[in-house]
Nanobody, 119 residues
Framework: QVQLVESGGGLVQAGGSLRLSCAAS????????IGWYRQAPGKQRELVAG???????NYADSVKGRFTISRDNAKNTVYLQMNSLKPEDTAVYYC?????????????WGQGTQVTVSS
């Protein structure tokens, strides 16, 4: 089985930066499509950024120009670089990773990491 471990969250002042990491461990062939989601208290989980296996990216309008999604295949890790953070970015952030094994592709979620942006 595959496990995802997130890290990099924390408390930051408005205008600051954080980089979230999501490391996959286990046996698999490759990481395919990836995404980062966030969920603020009382709100639905929303897609923040996505990156397809073909290199196509998409971002929520609220984070365009500030956030960057990427991956390091050699390290089996995906990242979300967050710059110019705003209090509205405060949420629990979850990585979502499509992982290919020898027979199929499965979807995994990270455990979530808290990002708090103070004003």
């Amino acid at each position: 089985q595959v496990q995802l471990v997130e890290s990099g969250g924390g408390l930051v002042q408005a205008g600051g930066s954080l980089r979230l990491s999501c490391a996959a461990s286990g046996r698999f062939l490759s990481i395919n499509d990836i995404g980062w989601y966030r969920q603020a208290p009382g709100k639905q989980r929303e897609l923040v950024a996505g990156l397809s296996s073909g290199g196509r990216t998409n971002y929520a309008d609220s984070v365009k120009g500030r956030f960057t999604i990427s991956r390091d295949n050699a390290k089996n890790t995906v990242y979300l670089q967050m710059n110019s953070l705003k209090p509205e970015d405060t949420a629990v952030y979850y990585c979502n990773v499509h992982i290919r094994d020898w027979s199929t592709t499965s979807v995994y979620w990270g455990q979530g990491t808290q990002v708090t942006v103070s004003s």
